[in-house]
């Protein structure tokens, strides 16, 4: 079934729909190659790194719905979204809903830790990046170690988190939230 395109807003714009699928193929890259395939992982977290620089610049000089402006809220409008989403009684959000902005915050500070983390113990224990050199001895590289996978392990979840979050609002919403992440355009909606 073809769709309308003008019952439709555009929402996200190309720039933001690569770099999310970009950060998801580039985390899973990551994940699954670890120490088995070095060289694929540095690279897979130096793409990271590049990502989430653009992200930040993006959010703020960015389109309408990918400036932090458009979703960053306080902790009690998150939470208060929460309760209303849990009581099926949320407001709908043309962009990102106050916990999905919550989200993009919380993600681009744990792949933060975690690359910058990845970069140092690249640069204890191969001697190689750019941070070669700055941390030495075991017990730097051993505590670097230990933050890039609780790092590591902690975005893992909130991605977790984060799906469940997209398949609880496509439900709650009646609209495919994937989708809409894929062509950058939600069903207009009058409130």
Do not use: C
């Amino acid at each position: 079934m073809a769709t309308d395109v003008s019952k439709e807003v555009r929402v996200w714009d190309p720039a933001v729909r690569i770099f999310h699928w970009t950060l998801a193929a580039a985390f899973a890259t990551a994940w699954l190659t670890g120490d088995e395939l070095a060289l694929v992982h540095v690279n897979a977290g130096y793409l990271i790194g590049g990502l989430l620089v653009f992200r930040l610049i993006w959010g703020f000089v960015g389109t309408r719905h990918a400036r932090f402006s458009d979703f960053v809220r306080t902790p009690s409008q998150v939470l208060a979204y929460v309760r209303d989403a849990v009581r099926l009684r949320s407001d709908r959000y043309v962009g990102h809903n106050p916990a999905g902005g919550a989200m993009i915050l919380a993600l681009m500070i744990t792949l933060g830790i975690t690359v910058a983390s990845g970069m140092a113990l690249y640069g204890a224990t191969d001697f190689a990046g750019p941070l070669a050199g700055i941390f030495r001895g075991e017990l730097a590289a051993d505590l670097l170690e230990g933050l890039h996978e609780a790092g590591a392990n902690l975005t893992l979840f909130l991605v977790v988190l984060h799906l469940g979050g997209v398949l609880f609002s496509s439900l709650a919403e009646g609209e495919n939230l994937i989708r809409a992440m894929i062509t950058g355009r939600k069903e207009r909606r009058t409130a």
